[in-house]
């Protein structure tokens, strides 16, 4: 079975400055891949980034960023740069190849920018 | 452009109705998918299907049905809708394979009363 956990509920940034949101997983499959998505107040949900397990560099997509420590079963978000309109609902996904397309989702975490 | 769309977006109906929330996509996916997000719970996965007439059960889909008759539609069918069906439901919507993110629709507010 996979599991992702985000141990983060909530935590403010300063505008500017850069945000690191945690994401633990758990699986035995050896193919798998880790979206994150963002979910402002108006509730949709966006993805950000993926990052696959048999890629050999960290994802990057302009400010977001992907930490991926395999070896740790981690695959930390990085925001550069914060801006208020970063502030929403940040969710770590995993899908496992063996699981099929399917996603397991993390709880989240709340990001407020102050400006 | 593609894109993934939801109706109603509120809806808000009585214990014991029927209900279907529409969700059609024109990205010509596969894979499609309905979640429910309740506080506390994250995204669940209720029901998923891989194509025309594959229907699959995801981990809460008690009290749930899907049909799939067409690549770009994916109706939700509560049976009997009940206050603990209360929530937002997202369908998604991806190609196959593993480098390939699901798109989200903008989610139903469904409120049973």
């Known amino acids: 079975a996979q599991k992702i956990t985000q141990t983060q509920p909530g935590m403010f940034v300063q505008e500017k400055e850069a945000v690191t949101l945690d994401c633990t997983y758990d699986t035995s499959d050896p193919s798998y891949g880790l979206f994150w998505y963002k979910q402002p107040s108006s509730g949709e949900m966006i993805f950000l980034i993926y990052?696959?397990?048999?890629?050999?560099q960290n994802a990057t997509e302009g400010r977001y960023s992907l930490n991926f420590q395999k070896a740790r079963k981690s695959a930390n978000l990085v925001i550069s740069a914060s801006q208020l309109g970063d502030s929403a609902m940040y969710f770590c996904?995993?899908?496992?190849?063996?699981?099929?397309?399917?996603?397991?989702f993390g709880g989240g975490t709340r990001v407020l920018v102050k400006p | 452009d593609a894109e993934i769309t939801q109706s109603p977006r509120h809806k808000i109906t009585e214990t014991g109705r029927q209900v279907t929330l529409a969700c059609h996509q024109t990205w010509n996916h596969n894979n499609m998918f309905w979640y429910r997000q309740d506080l506390g719970h994250g995204l669940r996965l209720i029901h998923y299907s891989y194509g025309v007439q594959d229907t699959n059960k995801g981990e809460v889909s008690d009290g749930y049905s899907v049909s799939r008759s067409n690549t770009e539609d994916l109706p939700l069918t509560l049976e009997s809708a009940a206050s603990s069906q209360t929530s937002v439901y997202f369908c998604?919507?991806?190609?196959?394979?593993?480098?390939?993110?699901?798109?989200f629709g903008p989610g139903t507010r469904l409120t049973v009363l």
């Open positions: 996904a995993m899908r496992a190849k063996a699981a099929g397309n399917k996603l397991t």
């Open positions: 990052q696959g397990s048999y890629d050999q």
């Open positions: 998604a919507s991806s190609e196959r394979g593993l480098p390939f993110a699901q798109y």
